[in-house]
Every structure is written in structure tokens, then in C-alpha cells.
């Protein structure tokens, strides 16, 4: 993910008409022609490098303690719903035009925090002032006080998509 993160940066960067390829198309075409890769392929477009690093960072600390805990099946799992999802409502709200995993790094986030606490066996963690922080960076977003154009509807899915997620998972037990 990180990879295709950065080596999708680099294309948009050099000129390559690469985000008319990956973005949800205007005409909704995904959903008629089975274009079904664009469901998920928004959350590797960045805008900046800050959106990428924030991103990139969170989904290394997130996803990296999910894989090692859970395994790489959960947190593909994790990657392609927390991006299918998040990206339909956003298309929806906002149009064709947005990117960024912040969609999968809250589904990842909700995820995270739910397990831990139903399920501390688990092995994961989330502290609460880290939850408490991207909760307030979400509640900022929807009140346009981010100073950027920002997903609200896309981070406010993946969280309810992690947090429905780790629900559902808390009596699996952990490999």
C-alpha cells in the first residue's frame, strides 16, 4: 500500500494522467461499465505531500500492528472495505473529485479501538488520546476548520466501517 501510495504520487507528480485512471469517473461508469477497481483505488491519490505522509503514517502504525497481530487476511479485509465504502459515500456527497487513504486509516483506527477494548487479548492497542485526537481532527473537518479540502464523509464511514468491524470480530480469537 505504501508502494502504490508513493508510486502514484510520483506519476500525478511527473505529469502522467494517472488520477483520470484511478478516480470515481464523474458519470458514475464504475457502476455500470465494471470499472469496480475505482471503488477502491481513490485511497492511493494524494494531493500533498502532507496528506501522503500523514496518510502513509497512520496506515504504518495502524495497519502494521493489525498485520502483525491479526494477519495480512484482516487488514486486506480492513483496506478494501474501508476504502469501497467510505469512497461510494463520499462520491455521493462530494463528487468524483477526492483521494487519500484517511478513509481506510479511520476504518483502521475504529477497528483498532474497538477490539482493544472488547477484546484486549487481541494485542492491539489504540490510547484514548490518540482516539480522542482523530476525533477531534474529524469533528474539525465537518466544521471546514482544517484550513484544507477535506473527506468528512469518507473518515466518518471508515470509522463506522472499523468500528462495526471490530464489533463483529470480538469473540475471534487472534492466530
Known sequence: VIIACLAIYALDAIGLPIFDELAFHPTLAQFTDWQAWRYVTPAFIHFSVLHLVFNLLWWWYLG???EQRL???K????LIVGAALPN???FFVSGPRFGGL???VYALLGYSWMRARLQPACGLTMPPALMGFMLIWLVLGFF???GTPTANMAHLVGLLVGLL???LDRHHRPA
Open 165 to 167: 468491524q471490530g464489533w
Open 71 to 73: 494477519g495480512s487476511g
Open 75 to 78: 487488514l486486506f479485509i480492513l
Open 88 to 90: 461510494i459515500a463520499e
Open 64 to 66: 502494521g500492528q493489525i
Open 102 to 104: 484517511s478513509g481506510v
Open 144 to 146: 471546514d476548520m482544517l
